[in-house]
């Protein structure tokens, strides 16, 4: 296969060296004597006495020039496109590697809040056990007071003893002396009642035991009715607090098995396009080795073709001497007086010869150079060509990437931003309900009645109630944020 264009400066040269060689001939076989002579005798110029001798025209120049030139540019532009290919494959890691720092944040934000959880949890158990310690406390102060009344009626106080009851904040001291005064005045008429009538006297101390009996067993039952509310209470605190634990270790499981299996199937992704590509690469590896045994097949048969032309060029260079030799002697013995001029003529040819042959061998180098040359350029076009498609499938699949990222960024700050939002509304609602049991709890300690036993045993279940719907909200809040978090998991 011959690459040298046939319009080429040299290829002009060449034609017009060779039409006066031609015209200058005397004979053809004298022309293919001195040139079999002058390839042997004549040995090979340097490449300076070759550029000196040639003496270039200026379209040659020009036309190197203009291939130098296209050459560098195509290099330029190559090594342009390797740098953006760089770049394009930094960009591509810094995302990964941003996207792996992500999800380590994301997986330490799931621990830190299982780990809340766990607090909330020992929390609200704490503040159970609070709750029923309080409880235990005011109903033993109820059976405390109730067991000193009754020691004091028992005992009876003498006209100048006061006694003094200890309530809770503010913590006042309530002195009942109108009280004694009172009981005095009773007792005095109770003691005259006795001394004028004897028979009411011995009645009276039996129904008194009656009623301090029902009154007592009515307290006892009173008692324990709210202890066994009490305790009721506490039981079903303790169950919705297991069975709430329960469900939400269930549902971090959950959230743990669905996050693991989203992990494995993102490694079977990337092994499956993992294989993939090394699937390509060796389809093109195998490629790439087929044709080169094939250009490498081709070359040996091109040189068996080029030593076959060559032998049989040298066997008629052989023949034509043969030939040659035999005109010349006969020439010889005709014309002995045209060998001067003959000789002259031999000369003169034979140094046309030589200049033909530098330039059918500079033709040569520049042809094989040129071919050279556009093999290489063609190599360079198939890589390119494989780089580019190779280039605009990633930079495809990192756009696609970059696009859910960005849609992942979004869901995670607008979840963040409404859970922000959310706790600050639940803490504001939270502190004014705290506000309003403090004025409560003041109005009632302020305001204390006669009754305060089942005022107090009011505020407690007051309480207890207000602890339910507390619990209550706590759930529904934790409902709302795991419905957001599957939300942004199954966007």
């Known amino acids: 296969m011959n690459f040298t264009p046939t319009h080429t400066p040299v290829c002009r040269k060449l034609t017009s060296v060779s039409k006066p060689s031609v015209a ?19 040995p090979l110029p340097s490449l300076e006495d070759r550029l000196a001798f040639l003496c270039p025209s200026q379209e040659l120049l020009e036309y190197y020039q203009k291939k130098m030139a296209e050459c560098e540019a195509e290099n330029e532009e190559l090594l342009m496109k390797l740098e953006l290919y760089k770049e394009a494959c930094e960009a591509q890691h810094k995302l990964e590697w941003d996207l792996q ?38 109903i033993r102060e109820l059976e405390d007071k109730k067991k000193i009344q009754n020691l004091l009626a028992l005992v009876g106080t003498d006209a100048g003893e006061v006694t003094y009851f200890y309530k809770e904040p503010p913590h006042k001291v309530s002195i009942l002396q109108k009280t004694i005064q009172a009981v005095d005045v009773c007792e005095q008429n109770e003691s005259s009642a006795l001394k004028t009538d004897p028979k009411v006297s011995k009645r009276r101390p039996a129904m008194k035991e009656r009623e301090e009996s029902s009154e007592h067993y009515q307290r006892d039952v009173q008692t324990l009715i709210l202890q066994v509310e009490a305790l009721q209470a506490q039981l079903e605190e303790q169950t919705r607090l297991s069975r709430e634990q329960v469900e939400g270790l269930m549902e971090d499981r959950q959230i743990r098995t669905e996050e693991i299996q989203v992990q494995h199937q993102r490694n079977q992704d990337k092994i499956k396009e993992l294989t993939k590509s090394l699937h390509y690469t060796q389809e093109l590896l195998y490629e790439s080795t087929k044709d080169f045994l094939q250009l490498k097949f081709e070359n040996q048969n091109k040189e068996k073709s080029w030593m076959l032309e060559k032998d049989h060029l040298m066997s008629k260079i ?21 060998h ?6 031999n000369e003169y040819i034979k140094s046309l010869k030589e200049k033909l042959i530098q330039e059918k061998k500079l033709s040569n180098m520049y042809q094989e150079q040129c071919i050279s040359l556009e093999e290489e350029l063609a190599r360079i076009r198939e890589e390119e060509g494989m780089r580019r498609e190779i280039f605009k499938d990633r930079t495809n699949k990192m756009g696609k990437r970059l696009q859910v990222m960005t849609k992942r960024y979004e869901a995670l ?4 931003i409404l859970e922000v939002e959310g706790f600050k509304t639940d803490i504001k609602v939270l502190r004014q309900k705290l506000k309003d049991l403090e004025q409560t709890l003041y109005k009632a300690t302020v305001n204390a009645r006669a009754n305060q036993d089942l005022a107090i045993l009011c505020e407690v279940r007051d ?6 719907k507390m619990q209550g909200e706590l759930k529904s809040l934790k409902s709302k944020v795991f419905g957001l978090e599957n939300e942004l998991r199954l966007c």
């Open 24 to 42: 200058s001939g005397i004979g053809g076989a004298a022309k293919r004597g001195g040139m079999a002579e002058s390839v042997e005798s004549t």
């Open 340 to 345: 001067e001029s003959h000789h002259t003529q």
């Open 413 to 416: 700050e607008h979840r963040r």
């Open 463 to 468: 309480s207890n109630r207000r602890a339910h």
């Open 101 to 138: 720092q992500r999800e380590e944040e994301i997986a330490e934000l799931q621990k830190a809040l299982s780990d809340m959880q766990v607090c909330l949890f020992q929390e609200r158990e704490h503040v159970l056990r609070l709750y029923s310690e309080n409880d235990r406390l005011r």
């Open 318 to 338: 052989k023949q034509c001497r043969a030939q040659r030799k035999r005109k010349e002697d006969k020439i010889g013995k005709v014309l002995p007086v045209m």
